[in-house]
């Protein structure tokens, strides 16, 4: 499970392309990009392509009610189905009415998919897939900072996922063509860029010489010296290489936020989920990454209320909270997804994972307020995404008070106060 979903639509384009609504990680985000270029320049000017999520069912119930809405409020447009849900079960969501047709993961950033004469085409067996082409995406609607996939897929099978059935095997982009888009991407004017995948510390082996996550990356920022800011998407905590931790300990440019893909506190826990790290994994991660890099902070993937967890195990993972120090907690109430070994071991009622899940959104409020109060009276960089609003290098939100700048400018701000949702400053 990649960090950042969204359970909210995101909407892009529109008058001169098609619109896009965007359920899911920050992966769906760059594929809708791309697959908005792709429909532009085939002639798809009405359509409505939704991007749909299968990381929970919740995720699953928006897009369909989405799709709904859609088909009400805009009689006879086409409305096109893709993403890891339509990959999963297409024929179930080709038979939402206005649905014209389901596009694969495997299809829908191919070219020839998205011509106007194209046959219908079948949703294939991701299983198969081989390859992952690096598609250049120049422009991200509404954004600041630019996403660069780098991997797809997952080869690892943790028992509560359903992703590599939606995602397929683990395949990595030639560090080359990532050099290229990020070029391309700074020429245009993006002054941070996000290496995206489903599972990018499995970046790899699958490409000649076997290179590691650490390595792309270094050579990266070697190639790219005007590129000021990367950050990289949710890591798989026991699988940061050596190049990568001499990275966070001496590149300033490699932002000092690291998102991990925890998933919970317990030991039992974790070893039902199948994860490939226990409870001291973490904490010695995290301990390692503050030894190198003293004001890094963390974000983390949790799952509160997997089955048979017990509130011993829960309160194992709140104390996680505090022993690693994480400041941004992304969480889930369980979600049973079908075929799923974890759908088939002993639920909790649905009631008590959300009461569980609500109290470690609360523990994580607290905790990212304990961070901005740090930032009290500092100096910060801040990535401007509005013309008063952006994040700093430790991914902080940060509001503008004051004149406002331009999107995806870099400023330097002073932290003049808090508020509960993060910082707010005046220029230094």
């Known amino acids: 499970m990649t960090g950042d979903h969204s359970l909210q639509a995101e909407e892009s384009g529109g008058a001169d392309g098609p619109r896009m609504l965007t359920f899911g990680c920050r992966l769906n985000t760059y594929e809708s990009a791309a697959m908005r270029d792709l429909a532009t320049r085939a002639g798809h000017r009405g359509a409505i392509i939704v991007n749909t999520c299968a990381v929970t069912a919740e995720a699953e119930r928006q897009a369909r009610q989405a799709i709904r809405r859609a088909g009400r409020e805009n009689p006879g447009t086409p409305i096109i189905v893709t993403g890891c849900a339509a990959q999963i079960a297409p024929d179930a969501w080709a038979g939402l009415p206005g649905v014209t047709r389901v596009i694969g993961n495997a299809e829908k950033l191919k070219p020839e998919t998205w011509a106007l004469d194209a046959p219908p085409t079948p949703v294939t067996d991701i299983m198969a897939a081989r390859e992952t082409a690096a598609h250049l995406v120049t422009e991200f609607a509404g954004r600041a900072r630019a996403f660069v996939q780098v991997q797809q897929g997952c080869d690892h099978r943790c028992t509560f996922c359903v992703i590599p059935y939606g995602r397929g095997p683990s395949r990595s982009v030639p560090i080359g063509a990532v050099v290229e888009q990020v070029r391309v991407l700074v020429a245009a004017g993006y002054r941070e860029v996000v290496l995206t995948g489903?599972?990018?510390?499995?970046?790899?082996?699958?490409?000649?010489?076997?290179?590691?996550?650490?390595?792309?990356?270094?050579?990266?920022?070697?190639?790219?010296?005007?590129?000021?800011?990367?950050?990289?998407?949710?890591?798989?905590?026991?699988?940061?290489?050596?190049?990568?931790?001499?990275?966070?300990?001496?590149?300033?440019?490699?932002?000092?936020?690291?998102?991990?893909?925890?998933?919970?506190?317990?030991?039992?826990?974790?070893?039902?989920?199948?994860?490939?790290?226990?409870?001291?994994?973490?904490?010695?991660?995290?301990?390692?990454?503050?030894?190198?890099?003293?004001?890094?902070?963390?974000?983390?993937?949790?799952?509160?209320?997997?089955?048979?967890?017990?509130?011993?195990?829960?309160?194992?993972?709140?104390?996680?909270?505090?022993?690693?120090?994480?400041?941004?907690?992304?969480?889930?109430?369980?979600?049973?997804?079908?075929?799923?070994?974890?759908?088939?071991?002993?639920?909790?009622?649905?009631?008590?994972?959300?009461?569980?899940?609500?109290r470690l959104r609360e523990a994580g409020a607290r905790a990212a307020q304990r961070l901005f109060t740090t930032r009290l009276g500092r100096e910060e960089s801040v990535l401007l995404e509005k013309g008063d609003r952006g994040h700093t290098e430790h991914f902080a939100p940060l509001r503008l008070l004051g004149a406002a700048g331009t999107p995806g400018e870099l400023r330097r701000l002073r932290v003049t106060g808090l508020e509960p949702q993060g910082l707010l400053a005046e220029a230094a």
Not at 215 to 227: G, I, K, S, T, Y
Request: proline letters at 9%.
């Open 198 to 358: 489903v599972d990018i510390t499995s970046y790899g082996p699958d490409l000649p010489g076997q290179p590691r996550l650490g390595q792309m990356v270094r050579r990266l920022l070697a190639l790219v010296p005007e590129l000021p800011r990367l950050r990289l998407s949710s890591l798989d905590p026991v699988e940061m290489d050596e190049d990568l931790w001499r990275l966070v300990g001496s590149e300033p440019r490699l932002m000092p936020h690291l998102h991990l893909s925890l998933q919970h506190g317990a030991d039992l826990i974790l070893k039902r989920m199948k994860r490939r790290h226990l409870r001291a994994d973490a904490i010695a991660l995290a301990r390692r990454a503050r030894a190198l890099r003293p004001d890094i902070v963390f974000g983390a993937d949790l799952i509160a209320g997997f089955p048979t967890e017990t509130e011993e195990h829960f309160t194992e993972m709140l104390d996680l909270v505090e022993a690693c120090g994480l400041s941004f907690l992304h969480v889930f109430p369980f979600s049973a997804r079908p075929g799923t070994p974890a759908a088939k071991m002993p639920q909790l009622p649905v009631a008590l994972r959300r009461e569980r899940a609500a």
